[in-house]
């Protein structure tokens, strides 16, 4: 592992941020578990500010980044990562994943078997990042193995002759999830399951919704700069009336179950570029970027909130 060294925030993310305000991260920008950094990434100031205080010191807890789908919520970790060369093992979580996969498992090597450490000892032991993705999907009795080696403790390894992986002061576990871990109460995650209050207790949590329009604006333009900013801004409204359809309110349930989320959101961008000169672009490119898996109802009824925003535009060929 690399030495460590410290990273100016406001030179690293390309932030306003105090002249002397550093954060650790590795010297070593060549480890092959670094994420690949996206140059025209925007970050959210409060969400980094946020992930970096746990970064600097998780003072024994982990981190719990909750929000709806395509928020950016594993992104925004992986980017951070990737401008402070902090290595990454991520996980996608899932109902028949086991505790013991993430540690280890003897597999057979040239005619003999020999343990290979899973992503949580490697993380543990190196001083990586473990990103568990959707944590909220995993069995809550496999979940509660991580209890221990989140507050600091030992990762002792029975199966590989009692082995014993003390935690490198720079290991950090994250989790993501659409819940709070208390289950889906909306109905739209299939799959999550209630987590253990224990559990959760020894987590930070930070919710990250889509971000602000200004933002998403910024990103849309990096990602595809030919794209007009007329045309931007009424993509934005779209996704925007589109969100409140699926979200619904506090006393009213979504009347939609897709959505468009960020990542939804720069791929109807990207294709519409893609496919400029096509008849009814912006139609077309929309039903492969979302509303292709829609049930028909609700993809005709996205598309008349699109063609109402767009005007003129919506039967254009040219973006």
Not at 38 to 60: E, I, M, P, Q, T
Not at 189 to 205: I, K, P, S
Not at 244 to 265: C, I, K, N, P, W
Not at 281 to 305: D, G, K, M, P, W
Request: proline share 6%; with cysteine; glycine share 8%.
């Amino acid at each position: 592992m690399s030495a460590l060294t410290q990273f100016n925030v406001s030179q690293t993310f390309n932030v306003p941020a105090h002249p002397g305000l550093e954060v650790p991260g590795y010297s070593d920008p060549t480890h092959p578990n670094i994420p690949p950094l996206k140059s025209n990434y925007v970050f959210r100031h409060r969400l980094l500010g946020d992930v970096l205080a746990f970064l600097h010191h998780s003072a024994g807890d982990g981190l719990f980044l909750c929000g709806p789908t395509g928020s950016g919520k594993s992104t925004l970790i992986s980017q951070i990562a990737a401008r402070l060369n902090w290595p990454v093992q991520s996980v996608t979580c899932h109902g028949r994943l086991e505790f013991q996969s993430l540690i280890g498992q003897f597999v057979l090597v040239n005619g003999s078997t020999e343990f290979v450490h899973g992503p949580l000892a490697v993380a543990a032991r190196d001083g990586h990042i473990l990103i568990l993705n959707e944590l909220d999907m995993m069995d809550p009795a496999e979940v509660a193995g991580l209890n221990d080696i989140i507050e600091g403790q030992p990762l002792v390894i029975a199966e590989n002759g009692g082995e014993v992986i003390h935690p490198h002061p720079q290991f950090r576990l994250i989790a993501t999830g659409n819940s709070l871990g208390s289950g889906d109460t909306t109905g739209l995650y299939q799959g999550v399951l209630r987590q253990n209050l224990a559990f959760m207790d020894r987590f930070r949590v930070i919710h990250v919704d889509y971000p602000d329009p200004e933002a998403e604006k910024e990103m849309l333009q990096a990602a595809v700069p030919s794209l007009p900013e007329e045309i931007v801004s009424r993509m934005l409204s779209v996704a925007g009336e589109v969100r409140r359809l699926f979200m619904g309110s506090d006393s009213e349930a979504g009347q939609l179950t897709v959505t468009m989320s960020t990542r939804t959101l720069v791929r109807w961008a990207t294709l519409a570029a893609t496919f400029k000169g096509a008849p009814n672009v912006f139609e077309y490119s929309l039903n492969q970027a979302l509303t292709a898996r829609a049930e028909a109802e609700q993809r005709e009824a996205i598309h008349r909130i699109a063609a109402d925003v767009f005007g003129d535009y919506w039967q254009s060929s040219n973006c």
